[in-house]
Protein backbone atom coordinates (compact mmCIF):
# COMPACT_ATOMS: atom_id res chain seq x y z
CA UNK A 1 0.00 0.00 0.00
CA UNK A 2 1.28 3.46 -1.02
CA UNK A 3 1.90 6.41 1.79
CA UNK A 4 -0.87 8.04 -0.24
CA UNK A 5 -3.29 5.38 -0.06
CA UNK A 6 -1.96 4.83 3.59
CA UNK A 7 -2.92 8.70 3.67
CA UNK A 8 -6.09 8.64 2.59
CA UNK A 9 -6.97 5.43 4.34
CA UNK A 10 -6.33 7.54 7.34
CA UNK A 11 -8.60 10.53 6.38
CA UNK A 12 -11.39 8.33 5.35
CA UNK A 13 -11.46 6.34 8.41
CA UNK A 14 -10.86 9.94 10.42
CA UNK A 15 -13.95 10.86 8.33
CA UNK A 16 -16.25 8.14 8.92
CA UNK A 17 -15.46 8.37 12.76
CA UNK A 18 -16.34 12.34 12.58
CA UNK A 19 -19.38 11.01 10.43
CA UNK A 20 -19.98 8.69 13.37
CA UNK A 21 -19.13 11.56 16.05
CA UNK A 22 -21.99 13.40 13.67
CA UNK A 23 -24.65 11.33 14.53
CA UNK A 24 -23.67 10.84 18.20
CA UNK A 25 -23.51 15.07 18.34
CA UNK A 26 -26.94 14.90 17.46
CA UNK A 27 -27.79 12.80 20.16
CA UNK A 28 -25.87 14.04 22.99
CA UNK A 29 -25.15 17.86 21.71
CA UNK A 30 -21.29 17.40 21.73
CA UNK A 31 -19.38 20.89 21.88
CA UNK A 32 -17.12 20.50 19.21
CA UNK A 33 -18.48 20.21 15.91
CA UNK A 34 -16.05 20.00 13.10
CA UNK A 35 -15.93 22.39 10.45
CA UNK A 36 -17.10 20.26 7.33
CA UNK A 37 -20.09 19.05 9.23
CA UNK A 38 -20.69 23.16 9.55
CA UNK A 39 -20.58 23.23 6.03
CA UNK A 40 -22.88 20.33 5.29
CA UNK A 41 -25.11 21.65 7.77
CA UNK A 42 -25.31 25.26 6.38
CA UNK A 43 -25.54 23.79 2.90
CA UNK A 44 -28.36 21.64 3.82
CA UNK A 45 -29.95 24.61 5.81
CA UNK A 46 -29.81 26.89 2.84
CA UNK A 47 -31.29 23.99 0.10
CA UNK A 48 -34.51 22.82 2.72
CA UNK A 49 -34.60 26.57 2.85
CA UNK A 50 -34.77 27.44 -0.20
CA UNK A 51 -36.99 24.10 -1.56
CA UNK A 52 -39.63 25.70 1.40
CA UNK A 53 -39.46 28.69 -0.41
CA UNK A 54 -40.13 27.35 -3.90
CA UNK A 55 -42.65 24.73 -2.86
CA UNK A 56 -44.14 27.54 -0.74
CA UNK A 57 -44.14 29.70 -3.77
CA UNK A 58 -45.65 27.33 -6.22
CA UNK A 59 -48.32 26.26 -3.54
CA UNK A 60 -48.91 30.47 -3.34
CA UNK A 61 -49.03 30.84 -7.29
CA UNK A 62 -51.56 27.45 -7.95
CA UNK A 63 -53.57 28.49 -5.36
CA UNK A 64 -53.91 32.38 -7.00
CA UNK A 65 -54.42 30.63 -10.47
CA UNK A 66 -57.22 32.35 -11.77
CA UNK A 67 -59.95 30.10 -12.20
CA UNK A 68 -63.55 30.54 -13.85
CA UNK A 69 -62.87 34.54 -14.77
CA UNK A 70 -63.15 36.58 -17.76
CA UNK A 71 -60.04 38.10 -19.42
CA UNK A 72 -61.20 40.30 -21.79
CA UNK A 73 -64.63 42.18 -23.39
CA UNK A 74 -66.00 41.25 -26.34
CA UNK A 75 -63.65 40.67 -28.91
CA UNK A 76 -65.31 40.95 -32.99
CA UNK A 77 -62.90 40.00 -35.27
CA UNK A 78 -62.25 43.51 -37.22
CA UNK A 79 -61.94 44.13 -41.08
CA UNK A 80 -58.48 44.44 -42.18
CA UNK A 81 -57.52 46.95 -44.95
CA UNK A 82 -55.24 43.94 -46.63
CA UNK A 83 -54.32 40.88 -46.97
CA UNK A 84 -50.77 40.03 -48.27
CA UNK A 85 -51.28 38.51 -52.18
CA UNK A 86 -50.45 34.99 -51.94
CA UNK A 87 -51.18 33.02 -54.77
CA UNK A 88 -53.88 30.37 -54.97
CA UNK A 89 -52.59 26.87 -54.05
CA UNK A 90 -56.19 25.53 -56.56
CA UNK A 91 -59.47 27.74 -57.28
CA UNK A 92 -62.56 25.93 -56.74
CA UNK A 93 -65.24 27.87 -59.60
CA UNK A 94 -68.90 26.30 -59.87
CA UNK A 95 -70.69 27.69 -62.63
CA UNK A 96 -74.28 29.25 -61.66
CA UNK A 97 -72.66 30.75 -58.10
CA UNK A 98 -74.78 33.56 -57.48
CA UNK A 99 -73.72 33.37 -53.10
CA UNK A 100 -71.79 36.67 -54.29
CA UNK A 101 -69.06 35.88 -52.10
CA UNK A 102 -65.19 35.98 -52.87
CA UNK A 103 -63.74 34.16 -50.32
CA UNK A 104 -60.44 32.25 -49.91
CA UNK A 105 -59.61 29.55 -47.45
CA UNK A 106 -56.69 29.13 -45.85
CA UNK A 107 -56.16 25.23 -44.84
CA UNK A 108 -54.46 22.34 -44.18
CA UNK A 109 -56.71 19.91 -47.37
CA UNK A 110 -56.94 17.12 -44.19
CA UNK A 111 -57.36 18.83 -41.25
CA UNK A 112 -60.81 17.92 -40.29
CA UNK A 113 -62.18 21.54 -39.19
CA UNK A 114 -61.30 22.35 -42.59
CA UNK A 115 -62.73 19.94 -44.24
CA UNK A 116 -65.85 20.59 -42.58
CA UNK A 117 -65.91 24.13 -43.94
CA UNK A 118 -64.74 22.45 -47.63
CA UNK A 119 -68.10 20.22 -47.16
CA UNK A 120 -70.22 23.30 -46.75
CA UNK A 121 -69.27 25.58 -49.52
CA UNK A 122 -68.90 22.50 -52.05
CA UNK A 123 -72.83 21.36 -51.31
CA UNK A 124 -73.85 24.83 -51.53
CA UNK A 125 -71.89 25.34 -54.50
CA UNK A 126 -69.92 28.30 -53.37
CA UNK A 127 -66.40 28.62 -55.35
CA UNK A 128 -63.62 30.02 -53.19
CA UNK A 129 -59.66 30.02 -53.68
CA UNK A 130 -57.74 27.50 -51.16
CA UNK A 131 -54.44 29.06 -50.24
CA UNK A 132 -52.46 25.47 -48.61
CA UNK A 133 -51.09 26.95 -45.03
CA UNK A 134 -47.82 25.05 -44.55
CA UNK A 135 -48.00 23.11 -41.62
CA UNK A 136 -44.28 24.04 -40.42
CA UNK A 137 -43.67 27.20 -40.96
CA UNK A 138 -47.36 28.92 -40.78
CA UNK A 139 -45.55 31.57 -43.54
CA UNK A 140 -49.11 32.01 -44.90
CA UNK A 141 -51.26 32.82 -42.14
CA UNK A 142 -48.21 35.27 -40.75
CA UNK A 143 -50.83 38.74 -41.35
CA UNK A 144 -53.54 36.76 -38.68
CA UNK A 145 -53.59 37.00 -35.22
CA UNK A 146 -55.34 34.11 -35.41
CA UNK A 147 -53.23 30.93 -35.67
CA UNK A 148 -55.65 28.09 -36.32
CA UNK A 149 -56.75 26.79 -39.53
CA UNK A 150 -59.47 27.38 -41.05
CA UNK A 151 -59.36 30.44 -41.88
CA UNK A 152 -61.63 32.04 -44.79
CA UNK A 153 -61.30 35.81 -46.22
CA UNK A 154 -64.41 37.62 -47.71
CA UNK A 155 -63.14 40.25 -50.00
CA UNK A 156 -65.54 42.99 -48.91
CA UNK A 157 -65.88 46.65 -51.01
CA UNK A 158 -63.86 48.30 -48.01
CA UNK A 159 -61.57 45.78 -46.75
CA UNK A 160 -60.91 42.17 -46.40
CA UNK A 161 -63.44 40.16 -43.56
CA UNK A 162 -61.85 37.21 -41.49
CA UNK A 163 -63.45 34.75 -40.28
CA UNK A 164 -62.09 32.30 -37.90
CA UNK A 165 -63.03 28.99 -36.33
CA UNK A 166 -64.91 26.41 -38.54
CA UNK A 167 -68.08 26.37 -36.65
CA UNK A 168 -68.68 30.24 -36.76
CA UNK A 169 -67.66 30.17 -40.59
CA UNK A 170 -70.44 27.50 -41.00
CA UNK A 171 -72.71 29.70 -38.92
CA UNK A 172 -72.08 32.98 -40.53
CA UNK A 173 -72.47 31.95 -43.85
CA UNK A 174 -75.59 29.68 -43.36
CA UNK A 175 -76.58 33.24 -41.94
CA UNK A 176 -76.16 35.21 -44.94
CA UNK A 177 -76.97 33.09 -46.86
CA UNK A 178 -80.72 32.27 -45.63
CA UNK A 179 -81.32 35.74 -44.95
CA UNK A 180 -78.95 37.60 -47.07
CA UNK A 181 -80.45 41.05 -45.76
CA UNK A 182 -76.96 41.49 -43.97
CA UNK A 183 -73.40 41.75 -45.21
CA UNK A 184 -71.30 39.21 -43.51
CA UNK A 185 -69.42 42.27 -41.57
CA UNK A 186 -72.44 42.68 -39.66
CA UNK A 187 -73.10 39.04 -39.06
CA UNK A 188 -69.81 38.57 -37.79
CA UNK A 189 -70.60 41.08 -34.78
CA UNK A 190 -72.93 38.63 -33.50
CA UNK A 191 -69.88 36.06 -32.81
CA UNK A 192 -67.38 37.60 -30.77
CA UNK A 193 -64.85 35.96 -28.68
CA UNK A 194 -64.07 35.66 -24.98
CA UNK A 195 -60.69 34.86 -23.17
CA UNK A 196 -61.46 33.09 -19.82
CA UNK A 197 -59.46 30.75 -17.33
CA UNK A 198 -61.26 27.62 -17.17
CA UNK A 199 -61.38 25.85 -13.60
CA UNK A 200 -58.09 24.50 -13.89
CA UNK A 201 -56.77 27.64 -14.43
CA UNK A 202 -56.12 27.27 -17.95
CA UNK A 203 -56.53 30.01 -20.74
CA UNK A 204 -59.18 29.46 -22.94
CA UNK A 205 -61.02 31.12 -26.31
CA UNK A 206 -64.62 31.00 -26.90
CA UNK A 207 -66.37 32.03 -29.66
CA UNK A 208 -70.03 33.24 -28.10
CA UNK A 209 -73.14 31.86 -30.17
CA UNK A 210 -71.14 30.00 -33.07
CA UNK A 211 -73.47 27.11 -33.45
CA UNK A 212 -76.37 29.75 -33.77
CA UNK A 213 -77.70 30.92 -36.99
CA UNK A 214 -78.00 34.28 -36.53
CA UNK A 215 -81.32 35.34 -38.58
CA UNK A 216 -83.69 38.26 -38.63
CA UNK A 217 -86.38 36.77 -39.04
CA UNK A 218 -86.65 33.20 -37.79
CA UNK A 219 -89.87 32.56 -39.54
CA UNK A 220 -87.61 31.94 -42.84
CA UNK A 221 -86.13 28.93 -40.60
CA UNK A 222 -88.29 25.68 -42.10
CA UNK A 223 -87.10 23.43 -39.29
CA UNK A 224 -88.51 23.60 -36.00
CA UNK A 225 -86.73 24.11 -32.45
CA UNK A 226 -86.90 20.56 -31.90
CA UNK A 227 -85.00 20.07 -35.01
CA UNK A 228 -82.43 22.68 -34.75
CA UNK A 229 -81.34 21.99 -31.22
CA UNK A 230 -81.05 18.68 -32.53
CA UNK A 231 -78.52 19.66 -35.13
CA UNK A 232 -76.30 22.25 -32.80
CA UNK A 233 -76.27 18.97 -30.33
CA UNK A 234 -74.35 16.83 -33.54
CA UNK A 235 -72.84 20.03 -34.70
CA UNK A 236 -71.11 20.15 -30.94
CA UNK A 237 -70.51 16.15 -30.54
CA UNK A 238 -69.01 16.44 -34.52
CA UNK A 239 -66.87 18.87 -32.21
CA UNK A 240 -66.00 17.92 -29.12
CA UNK A 241 -66.40 13.58 -29.81
CA UNK A 242 -65.86 12.41 -32.98
CA UNK A 243 -62.83 15.06 -33.98
CA UNK A 244 -61.07 13.71 -31.16
CA UNK A 245 -61.69 9.72 -32.09
CA UNK A 246 -59.46 10.76 -35.25
CA UNK A 247 -55.82 10.90 -34.60
CA UNK A 248 -55.36 7.90 -32.15
CA UNK A 249 -56.99 5.91 -34.87
CA UNK A 250 -55.18 7.46 -37.54
CA UNK A 251 -51.59 7.62 -35.99
CA UNK A 252 -52.63 3.93 -34.12
CA UNK A 253 -48.97 2.88 -35.26
CA UNK A 254 -45.72 4.02 -36.93
CA UNK A 255 -46.57 2.62 -40.71
CA UNK A 256 -50.32 4.31 -39.96
CA UNK A 257 -48.64 6.93 -39.52
CA UNK A 258 -46.60 7.45 -42.10
CA UNK A 259 -48.82 6.13 -44.24
CA UNK A 260 -51.76 8.83 -43.09
CA UNK A 261 -48.93 11.87 -43.88
CA UNK A 262 -47.77 10.31 -47.49
CA UNK A 263 -51.80 10.51 -48.14
CA UNK A 264 -51.84 13.77 -46.72
CA UNK A 265 -48.67 15.17 -48.83
CA UNK A 266 -50.72 13.31 -51.62
CA UNK A 267 -54.30 15.12 -51.29
CA UNK A 268 -52.47 18.85 -49.87
CA UNK A 269 -50.27 18.54 -52.82
CA UNK A 270 -47.14 19.38 -50.86
CA UNK A 271 -44.80 18.59 -53.52
CA UNK A 272 -46.29 21.00 -55.29
CA UNK A 273 -46.84 23.29 -52.59
CA UNK A 274 -43.70 23.30 -50.22
CA UNK A 275 -39.93 22.95 -50.96
CA UNK A 276 -38.85 19.42 -51.17
CA UNK A 277 -36.76 19.48 -47.71
CA UNK A 278 -40.15 20.84 -46.01
CA UNK A 279 -42.09 18.50 -47.32
CA UNK A 280 -40.22 15.36 -46.39
CA UNK A 281 -39.85 17.26 -42.83
CA UNK A 282 -43.38 17.35 -42.65
CA UNK A 283 -44.08 13.86 -43.64
CA UNK A 284 -41.03 12.11 -41.92
CA UNK A 285 -40.95 13.87 -38.26
CA UNK A 286 -44.57 14.96 -38.43
CA UNK A 287 -45.46 10.81 -38.77
CA UNK A 288 -43.20 10.60 -35.75
CA UNK A 289 -44.26 12.98 -33.56
CA UNK A 290 -48.25 12.25 -34.33
CA UNK A 291 -47.23 8.73 -33.46
CA UNK A 292 -46.73 10.02 -30.07
CA UNK A 293 -49.23 12.53 -29.29
CA UNK A 294 -51.58 9.98 -30.65
CA UNK A 295 -51.06 8.04 -27.72
CA UNK A 296 -51.16 10.66 -25.18
CA UNK A 297 -54.40 11.58 -27.12
CA UNK A 298 -56.08 8.54 -26.70
CA UNK A 299 -55.68 8.96 -22.83
CA UNK A 300 -56.70 12.11 -22.64
CA UNK A 301 -60.10 11.67 -24.26
CA UNK A 302 -61.07 8.28 -22.78
CA UNK A 303 -60.54 6.79 -25.91
CA UNK A 304 -60.81 2.37 -25.72
CA UNK A 305 -57.61 0.57 -25.43
CA UNK A 306 -58.32 -0.96 -28.82
CA UNK A 307 -58.67 2.85 -30.26
CA UNK A 308 -60.52 1.49 -33.66
CA UNK A 309 -63.67 0.30 -31.38
CA UNK A 310 -64.04 4.18 -29.86
CA UNK A 311 -64.35 5.23 -33.51
CA UNK A 312 -67.21 2.57 -34.00
CA UNK A 313 -68.70 3.08 -31.84
CA UNK A 314 -69.06 7.07 -32.08
CA UNK A 315 -70.14 6.16 -35.85
CA UNK A 316 -72.54 3.54 -34.64
CA UNK A 317 -74.68 6.11 -32.62
CA UNK A 318 -74.63 8.73 -35.74
CA UNK A 319 -76.36 5.89 -37.42
CA UNK A 320 -78.44 4.70 -35.34
CA UNK A 321 -79.77 8.50 -34.84
CA UNK A 322 -80.27 9.29 -39.19
CA UNK A 323 -81.70 5.32 -38.77
CA UNK A 324 -84.23 6.60 -36.19
CA UNK A 325 -85.16 9.43 -38.41
CA UNK A 326 -86.15 7.19 -41.31
CA UNK A 327 -84.72 9.74 -43.48
CA UNK A 328 -81.44 9.40 -45.51
CA UNK A 329 -79.45 12.77 -43.44
CA UNK A 330 -79.78 13.66 -40.45
CA UNK A 331 -81.64 16.75 -42.08
CA UNK A 332 -84.37 14.93 -43.43
CA UNK A 333 -84.43 14.38 -47.39
CA UNK A 334 -81.21 16.88 -47.62
CA UNK A 335 -78.55 17.22 -45.30
CA UNK A 336 -78.15 20.00 -42.42
CA UNK A 337 -75.78 21.53 -41.00
CA UNK A 338 -74.75 18.65 -38.52
CA UNK A 339 -74.78 16.18 -41.84
CA UNK A 340 -72.25 18.62 -43.30
CA UNK A 341 -70.33 18.80 -40.19
CA UNK A 342 -69.67 14.99 -39.77
CA UNK A 343 -69.11 14.00 -43.46
CA UNK A 344 -66.14 16.66 -43.10
CA UNK A 345 -64.79 15.03 -40.33
CA UNK A 346 -64.92 11.93 -41.53
CA UNK A 347 -63.78 13.03 -44.64
CA UNK A 348 -60.19 14.29 -43.42
CA UNK A 349 -59.24 10.42 -42.70
CA UNK A 350 -60.88 8.90 -46.58
CA UNK A 351 -57.37 7.76 -47.68
CA UNK A 352 -56.27 6.59 -44.45
CA UNK A 353 -56.24 2.35 -42.86
CA UNK A 354 -58.98 3.92 -39.91
CA UNK A 355 -61.08 4.88 -42.62
CA UNK A 356 -60.98 1.70 -44.71
CA UNK A 357 -61.77 -0.54 -41.91
CA UNK A 358 -64.79 2.03 -40.74
CA UNK A 359 -66.32 1.23 -43.21
CA UNK A 360 -65.57 -2.82 -43.08
CA UNK A 361 -66.98 -2.48 -39.43
CA UNK A 362 -69.88 -0.21 -39.27
CA UNK A 363 -72.91 1.01 -41.90
CA UNK A 364 -71.77 4.02 -41.88
CA UNK A 365 -70.95 3.80 -45.78
CA UNK A 366 -74.40 4.31 -46.84
CA UNK A 367 -74.97 7.65 -45.24
CA UNK A 368 -71.63 8.54 -46.15
CA UNK A 369 -71.74 7.97 -49.89
CA UNK A 370 -74.97 10.05 -50.09
CA UNK A 371 -73.18 12.92 -48.60
CA UNK A 372 -70.06 12.69 -50.80
CA UNK A 373 -72.87 12.83 -53.67
CA UNK A 374 -74.65 15.73 -52.33
CA UNK A 375 -71.98 17.31 -51.52
CA UNK A 376 -69.48 16.81 -55.24
CA UNK A 377 -73.37 17.00 -57.08
CA UNK A 378 -73.31 21.06 -55.02
CA UNK A 379 -77.06 20.17 -54.28
CA UNK A 380 -77.22 22.34 -52.03
CA UNK A 381 -77.21 25.20 -54.48
CA UNK A 382 -80.60 25.18 -54.90
CA UNK A 383 -81.75 26.54 -51.69
CA UNK A 384 -79.84 29.67 -52.50
N1 LIG B 1 -62.03 25.23 -33.10
C1 LIG B 1 -61.22 25.39 -34.27
C2 LIG B 1 -60.07 24.39 -34.21
C3 LIG B 1 -59.09 24.60 -35.34
C4 LIG B 1 -57.80 23.80 -35.13
O1 LIG B 1 -57.51 23.33 -34.03
N2 LIG B 1 -57.03 23.70 -36.18
C5 LIG B 1 -55.76 23.04 -36.08
C6 LIG B 1 -55.49 22.25 -37.35
S1 LIG B 1 -56.45 20.81 -37.43
C7 LIG B 1 -54.68 24.09 -36.01
O2 LIG B 1 -54.64 25.01 -36.78
N3 LIG B 1 -53.78 23.96 -35.03
C8 LIG B 1 -52.71 24.87 -34.85
C9 LIG B 1 -51.50 24.55 -35.62
O3 LIG B 1 -51.48 23.66 -36.47
O4 LIG B 1 -50.51 25.20 -35.37
C10 LIG B 1 -62.06 25.20 -35.52
O5 LIG B 1 -63.14 24.58 -35.43
O6 LIG B 1 -61.72 25.74 -36.57
Request: hydrophobic letters at 35%; charged letters at 25%.
Amino acid sequence: MSLLSKGIGRLHSKNILNGFQLVTCRKYASKETPSFVKSALKVSAVGVTMGALVGTGYTIHQQNKPRGHILNEQNVVEMIKDVPKIKASRSIRIPGDNSGLKLTLYQYQTCPFCCKVRAFLDYYGISYDIVEVDPVLRQSIKWSTYKKVPILVAEENDGYQPLNDSTMIISALASYLKDNKKELPEIVKYFPSIEFYDDNGVRKNEIMNRYFLMLDNPSIQKYSDKELGEERKWRKWADDVLVHTLSPNVYRNKDEALQAFNWFSEVGEWEANFPSWERNLIVYVGAGAMWLIGKRLKRRHNLKDDVRQSLYDECNKWVRAVNKKGTAFMGGDAPNLADLAVFGVLNSIEGCIAFRDLQQNTKIDKWYSSMKEAVGNHEGSKFI
